[in-house]
């Protein structure tokens, strides 16, 4: 994963269109997901993809979400933007599948590796944030969000490791980061 990270970086600062970084990263998941499957290192739900435990992580999960949502909207009408964007409804409805990517890529294959490899738990969740971070490098308000988001997700998938409720989480705070914060509609450049 950190290659794969490491790939989106290089792309980044080879200024690559957005579309072929994605294709690029999207095809370097995949081809490690296929291997994995292969070879049956992990389970769908020992990575994260389970039901038996969305009661109990709702309450935080939507929790930390909606107190980061309530932040980027309180910073946006701070700077004068709009509380709302219809660029916000659009990514809603079109990040969920990378945002599961993300997550999955990040929690439930990076960061499960380093609790093998680490004994630091602080450690296993700053490098784990610090490589979300890096993939999104090039942008430092971008970086310093990813981080936070980063670290908290890192801290709820170890209490409760469950990709849905993440990525969920994932696609409502890009959906808000973006036009809000950023300023920016990512869409628009593939």
């Known amino acids: 994963m ?15 269109e957005k ?8 095809v370097a998941v995949t081809a490690y997901a296929i ?21 109990a992580a709702l309450l935080p999960i939507a929790s930390f979400t909606l107190a980061a949502c309530v932040a980027l909207v309180g910073w946006a009408f701070a700077h004068g933007q709009p ?16 945002a599961v990517v993300q997550q999955l890529a ?15 738990p602080v450690l296993q969740i700053l ?12 942008n430092n308000t971008l970086m310093a969000l990813t981080f936070a988001a980063g670290v908290s997700w890192s801290l709820l998938y170890r209490r409760w490791p469950n990709i849905w409720l993440l990525a969920a ?4 705070l890009a959906a808000f980061v973006y036009p809000l914060v950023l300023m920016d509609a990512p869409l628009s450049r593939l």
Not at 35 to 55: E, K, Q, T, V
Not at 106 to 117: A, D, E, K
């Open 2 to 16: 950190i290659g794969i990270s490491l790939l989106y970086v290089i792309l980044e600062a080879l200024r690559a």
């Open 19 to 26: 579309r072929w970084s994605f294709l690029a990263v999207g």
């Open 35 to 55: 291997y994995l499957a292969m070879r049956r290192p992990h389970s769908w739900r020992d990575l994260g993809f389970r039901i038996d435990n969305l009661r």
């Open 83 to 98: 509380a709302w964007s219809p660029q916000v409804g659009v990514l809603l409805a079109v990040y969920p599948v990378w």
């Open 106 to 120: 990040f929690q439930g294959l990076l960061h499960r590796g380093l609790v093998v490899l680490i004994r630091s």
């Open 127 to 138: 490098i784990t944030a610090a490589a979300f971070a890096a993939v999104h490098a090039g």
């Open 169 to 172: 989480s994932h696609t409502i």
